[in-house]
């Protein structure tokens, strides 16, 4: 299976997904800048990955820096922190992994000064190397780990496959969103290998066609019987191409289930709700903010207007225009059949494991 990311040789190794489908093109980074250049420009994205990638960044700091002293070394960490923060907003994943990186830093930190006041022997430069490792290590079970969940959410998903399903999904939450096999994508190369035999649609996803760009690249790879339709064509293929059900990743899910993923999700589920067809979420737990009660409170993401105004680098509409660009829509809890996560499937409205 390809790998969106990867650590080699002290470096970060990532496809640049903006080339796909026409070039599978890998990016050498060296540093925090290039990286968060790498995130926002989303050369590397989906929630998952952007995870990954943000603990990979931590990780390349603390490896690289010159830092003689920890004092130092936590300062370099701290900008790199920052930059990072900033590169998205809706996806808390990022925020995750960064507190996540933070805190076995912090700990390894207060560790090593207890021991360098009951031990005058310990050279800092052993506890540097000492805490260098250890962050690195916390980066790649970060990465571990986010394979793992992807084929878990995969096997608890697959179970609501049947043969004969019309899957119809949306942007990209496959392989390439995720260090593993994705979320709602993983769903379905868990039930191909089941053998159960199913149709999929995927939905071109305007402005940056993840869609077409990334998941029909990546099913055409995986040899899944699926068929690119534009965004517009979403409620005639549901109506006239027997779609049974709708299957969507998530960048930050609130405590009442509500979820935020690309623009378009929230249509497609009002669309579910009218043909009475299930609308799934599949996600990590690390997706689900513990710190946010509704979708009301979730930050989306605006990007910049030239994405409406090219495609491609073809100008498509007038210079002038005035442009609203979301780069995500919040589906309230009560449009979602269920959460699929590697620990189960949850029923959102009574928070009730199936
Ligand atoms: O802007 P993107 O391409 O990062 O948006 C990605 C999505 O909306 C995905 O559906 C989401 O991150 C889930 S990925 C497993």
Sequence with gaps: ??????????KIVFIDQTELPARLKYIRCRDIDTLCEAIKKLRIRGAPLIGVSAALGYALTAVNSKAKTI?????????????????????????????????????????????????????SRFAMTK????????????????????RAIGKNGARLIKNGDVILTHCNAGI??????????????EAK???????????????????????????????VDATLICDDMA?????????????AGSDRIAQNGDAANKIGTYGLAVLA?????????AAPSSTIDKNIKSGRDIPIEERNRKELIYICSKQTAPLGSKVYNPAFDVTPHSLISAIITEKGVYEVKRFRRI
């Design 273 to 281: 709700k009218h043909h009475a067809i299930p609308f799934y979420i």
């Design 71 to 123: 004092a130092v070394l936590r300062k370099d960490l701290e900008k790199a922190v920052r930059k990072l923060r900033s590169t998205r907003p809706t996806a808390v994943n990022l925020f995750w992994a960064l507190d996540r990186m933070e805190k076995k830093f912090f700990c390894h930190c207060e560790r090593s000064e207890a021991i360098s006041e009951t031990d005058c022997f310990t050279p």
């Design 235 to 247: 409620a005639s293929v549901i109506k006239n191409k027997g779609v049974t059900k709708i299957i």
């Design 1 to 10: 299976m390809i790998e969106p990311i990867k650590w080699r040789d002290n």
């Design 176 to 189: 390439l969103a995720t260090a593993g096999q994705g979320t709602a994508l993983s769903i379905i190369y």
């Design 131 to 150: 805490i260098k490792k250890a962050v690195l290590k916390e980066a790649l079970k970060i990465l571990q780990e986010d394979k793992d969940m992807c």
């Design 193 to 223: 290998k089941q053998g159960k035999r199913f149709k999929v649609y995927a939905g071109e996803t305007r402005p940056l066609m993840q869609g077409s760009r990334l998941t029909m690249w990546e099913l055409i790879e995986n040899r």
